[in-house]
């Protein structure tokens, strides 16, 4: 049930990772767009704009847990790759009971903010009250998606791919079959779709746990690695915090971008919110990629196969580059029949959305290079240990979408708020690309300092501590063994770091 990411050609262990992953966030873009396609089909443009203006606020609370969930898993993956099973399980169980708190003070903090949070963002009046509906129900389900999101990257982070796609596809046929009967015979409206939502979340979510208890004895906990280690804790706050402040700092300029979509109209809001779920679903192999990055790095970091993190990279690089063009190519030839999936292809409502909803699709595939650019280095990046970096990111594609917002939005329209994702996507490229470079030069720095202190001190065994990327010696007795080599020339200080 697990998979070696360290030996064989890496392309093929991408493509082959990354297959299962793609399938399973294929489905979950599927019963997404199936949310939206059944509010516009059933309860018209209103309250397709509704559930559209929560997406941005969704897009930061819920991608805020889907980063904190992803960096807990990197530990796991380095451990995994560097065949340190039990120190992998402590990892485990400790970032189990830090999802735990996470996710108890996120619904109680959200629950109590959606509401001042929607009106601060302009809402327009008339959906005011589906929106909240909406979002805070959705809120109400942050603990389901912790349990199946930290359970999937788990599983993910040994090498199985497959097992979360298999409860992700039930999922999201359990979510359309609510949704219709919710909405259509339970008369729920937009709060049946988020009710959908949460309670197939949840369902996948055990569904995982009982399979990491039944099928991978790897994961099995001892009594001893299930005690709470506050300085494994903390490793885990320094890799899964930074990943979710991303997620948020991103959503962030999301938010402010939205609020100027709102001051347009409930109708752009439409627009905006089914041109998003298609290009969502498009970029969803560049999506299940990144994921497979971080696994693939953190394995080959643990290992100490440096090497291979530019192979990987470079292909996964030209798998984005070809699918970048069909995205287009498909847009290019068929927006217009996709943007009706979500709207009644008769009356004005359909013939005023569908130019705006594929002007909005296409304009996005145009630029879908720079945003694979964006998952193969930005995971990767986070796979080798620099969450901050990621934040960084964040930050850059926050400035320009405000920028966008506030600025161009109220002077030229609707044009700006097609072109404000491809600037932040280029943006965040031109910080990502060198931050990854340079990663990968300073892990091999490091890895040729470890060898050579182990030459150095050879003769004489001297306590190495090994952390996933650095290597330390013990202070006191490397001080004595360069004494001894170099005589006056030795370091004053004995703190010295090897790497």
Known sequence: MTKDLTVGSPLRLIVSFTLPTLVGLVFQQMYNMVDTMIVGKLLGAKALAAVGATGSISFLIIGFCLGVCSGFAIPVARQMGAGEHSLMRRYVANGAYLSAVVAAVMTAATGLACGAILTAMDTPADIYADSYRYIFIIFMGIPATFLYNLLAGVIRSVGDSRTPVVFLALSS????????????????????????????????????????????????????????????????????????????????????????????????????????????????????????????????????????????????????????????????????????????????????????????AVTATVFFFPLALIYVTRFSIQGMGYSLFAVLAGVMEMIVRTAMGWLLVPALGFGAVCYASPAAWIGADLFLIPACVWCIRRLRRHQVQYRRSQQFMAREPVHIHRRPGRWYADPVQLHRHRAAHDGENAPRHPHRRIA
């Open 173 to 360: 046929v359990l979510n359309i079959v609510l949704d219709v009967t919710l909405i259509l015979w339970g008369n729920m409206g937009v709060a049946g779709a988020a009710v959908a939502t949460v309670v197939s979340q949840a369902l996948s979510g055990l569904g995982c746990l009982l399979t990491v208890r039944r099928r991978f004895p790897i994961l099995r906990l001892s009594r001893e690695e299930r005690r709470p280690d506050r300085k494994l804790c903390l490793d885990l706050c320094v890799m899964g915090l930074p990943m979710g402040l991303q997620y948020s700092v991103t959503a962030v300029g999301s938010i402010i971008l939205q609020s100027a979509v709102n001051g347009l109209g409930s109708l752009y809001v439409a627009a905006v919110a089914a041109g998003s779920k298609l290009t969502n679903l498009l970029a969803a192999p560049m999506d299940a990629m990144g994921g497979t990055m971080a696994t693939y790095c953190g394995q080959n970091v643990g290992a100490g196969k440096l090497d291979r993190l530019g192979q990987g990279i470079r292909a996964a690089t030209l798998v984005g580059l070809g699918w970048s063009l069909l995205a287009f190519g498909a847009m290019a030839l068929f927006a217009p029949d996709c943007a009706r999936w979500f709207i009644d292809s008769q009356g004005e409502e359909a013939a005023l959305l569908v130019p705006l909803v594929s002007r909005y």
